[in-house]
């Protein structure tokens, strides 16, 4: 399944693929490791019938007293192994998102990761998502830099915290978004009964900032402002069982047409984050009155709510209304958390 994060037993991993070679290299007992690791797994994407990226990680319980100064703490998640083949998809990007889903999952204190200081691109990537340089590690290979996440600290940015959000003071709104657009914008929000066919390594997918472009009235809404995300009906079924919100997202910025000089600097802005090629953003342009919205993607339901439920039980909205963009109340808000299955841990206030 290409384009598709897999998890494998390391026993049904090929080490002779020339994707480890550099591991090898750093690491002069990556392949002792790797086989002792028989039975524990990984996530793989693969493309063209080659491994393009591996991430492993692993629970601790305590202190972790290897690396100085020690972490302090009753629960971490490791990121025990993380390498990707660059080729501008941002793939890194999606693998941290992985991590620190499971992070969340399994209520642990901090997230942490040990990397050579060479690896300045990598290092930077995590820094960027709220992991800190805590101190080092000396291993047999040299001394590795050690980036720790708090995920108990509220670092009052949107991009610091990721995953986590801070839903005081912000709006909540319901956003829908085509069926068409939806599965490949926000991968791990992906239907049962659809293809991971439709999952490619790009950068739409990969992200974890993605921009949509909408003529609905989302300038309501700014920086911190929550999107619950709402997949509309598939062609020839009814909204009532078909229609359902998957994701949870959180406003960057919006920007309105007006405010790019020209088609071009639109056309570059959204074709960044966005699943809309250059027709397709072509076609919003000369419609005229749109908007975009940059946003992270924070969270995917683990039970994805229909409509009728949305309606019958959780009391949001009716059968009459047009449900594209509307405001959601707090309780409704954290209802669709609970009633969704999202961990309670990525709300911090």
């Not at 994407?45 to 703490?73: A, M, N, Q, R, W």
Request: proline share 2%; net charge negative.
């Amino acid at each position: 399944m290409e384009g598709y994060l897999v998890k494998k037993k390391f026993s049904e991993i090929d080490l002779s693929d020339s994707f480890f070679d550099s591991l090898k290299s750093d690491y002069s007992e990556f392949e002792d490791w790797f086989k002792r690791k028989n039975s524990e797994e990984a996530y793989l994407l693969h493309k063209d019938c080659k491994v393009e990226g591996f991430l492993y990680f692993k629970i601790e319980s305590g202190t972790i007293k290897d690396i100085t100064p020690h972490i302090e703490c009753n629960k971490a998640l490791k990121i025990g192994t993380m390498k990707i083949n660059p080729h501008k998809t941002r793939l890194g990007e999606r693998f941290i998102k992985k991590a620190l889903d499971h992070a969340l999952v399994e209520d642990v204190d901090v997230c942490y990761v040990t990397v050579f200081d060479k690896h300045q691109t990598l290092v930077n990537l995590f820094k960027k998502y709220g992991f800190t340089l805590h101190g080092t590690k000396d291993t047999q290979n040299g001394q590795e830099l050690v980036l720790v996440k708090n995920l108990n600290e509220d670092k009052n940015d949107i991009i610091l915290n990721y995953p986590l959000i801070s839903t005081y003071d912000a709006d909540k709104y319901i956003l829908a978004i085509y069926p068409e657009y939806h599965s490949s914008m926000f991968p791990d929000s992906i239907l049962n009964n659809e293809s991971v066919d439709i999952l490619e390594d790009v950068s739409y997918t990969n992200s974890i900032h993605k921009i949509y472009v909408t003529r609905m009235p989302v300038n309501r809404a700014s920086r911190g402002d929550i999107f619950v995300m709402y997949r509309t009906a598939d062609k020839g079924k009814t909204a009532e069982y078909s229609s359902v919100v998957t994701s949870v997202c959180v406003v960057e910025e919006v920007k309105s047409q007006n405010e790019f000089a020209d088609f071009e600097e639109f056309y570059t802005y959204a074709t960044k984050y966005s699943i809309f090629d250059r027709s397709d953003l072509e076609l919003w342009y000369r419609k005229g009155k749109c908007f975009t919205v940059k946003m992270t993607y924070n969270a995917a339901l683990s039970r994805r709510l229909i409509r009728q439920k949305l309606i019958d039980n959780l009391r949001i909205g009716d059968r009459q209304m047009r449900w594209s963009f509307f405001e959601l109340t707090d309780g409704q808000f954290r209802n669709i958390i609970e009633e969704g299955g999202i961990s309670e841990r990525i709300i911090i206030d």
